[in-house]
């Protein structure tokens, strides 16, 4: 099965290498990496020009945001198999693609997730939270968990040809993506016990207080507009889950 990977990137000279050198040091070989450049002027195509191999597909031009981006990109992917990694993120060990792989070859379901670092952003490595994954039941869906969208990798054979990132949600476009297929396609999912991907702080909906605002408005949406029940309660019980990523020494 050919795995792709698509990152969407602006601007990101300081991080895309480790992104890429992840991707490329990966020992399962059947892979492409579709880059995906909203216009960067910051040096970022000179990196993924000097890193590039047979595998990395790039193309740079404007767009209307990340997702935007990633609709690009799963648009023109080849794999049987697709996942997101975000320019400032890398996978986490050389067999993550190998333990997706094999999951999904087993046949019982359309997806996988595993578990997720939250790293400094300074390139020490340091974690600062850990997001750790669990089986699921359609009812926590309802309670406000959701599986780490940067570890999430499903068949493209699930997305039926016309399931793509909403642009409407701010930046919460992802957590309407894994609704859509988890909560309203209910499509088959299971949960790798494995760190797969590290993840830098300071994403965009780690931001400012505006943004950490917004999220919450665009999370209400979205729970209202997939119909699931109590929305309010489930934004609330999805805020207060992350608390349990802090779980780790203090002087990490």
């Not at 992917?77 to 190998?98: F, T």
């Not at 999430?152 to 309407?176: H, I, P, Q, W």
């Amino acid at each position: 099965m050919k795995v792709t990977i698509i990152t969407a990137v602006l601007n990101c000279v300081g991080y895309i290498e480790d992104c890429m050198i992840s991707v490329q040091s990966q020992g399962y070989r059947n892979l492409e990496h579709i880059i995906i450049d909203g216009g960067s002027v910051d040096g970022t195509l000179d990196v993924i020009e000097k890193h590039k191999d047979c595998r990395t597909f790039v193309l740079s031009e404007a767009d209307l945001g990340m997702y935007d981006a990633l609709n690009k990109g799963i648009a023109i992917a080849e794999g049987d198999i697709l996942g997101i990694l975000s320019a400032d993120d890398k996978l986490a060990d050389d067999n993550v693609l190998s333990a997706i792989a094999d999951r999904i070859k087993i046949g019982d379901c359309d997806a996988v997730y595993g578990h997720l670092n939250y790293v400094s952003r300074d390139g020490r490595g340091v974690i600062r939270r850990k997001w750790k994954s669990k089986p699921y039941f359609r009812s926590c869906l309802e309670n406000g968990w959701m599986p780490p969208h940067p570890t999430f990798y499903v068949k493209k054979s699930a997305l039926e040809g016309n399931t793509f990132y909403a642009l409407n949600y701010g930046t919460c476009g992802d957590y309407d993506f894994i609704l859509n297929l988890l909560y309203r396609k209910q499509i088959e999912a299971v949960c790798i016990d494995k760190t797969l991907v590290y993840m830098r702080k300071g994403g965009m909906s780690n931001g400012p207080l505006l943004n950490v605002l917004m999220s919450w408005v665009h999370d209400y949406r979205i729970l209202s507009d997939h119909q699931i029940p109590r929305p309010l309660r489930a934004v609330f019980l999805k805020k207060i889950r992350k608390l349990k990523q802090f779980r780790i020494s203090a002087f990490n």
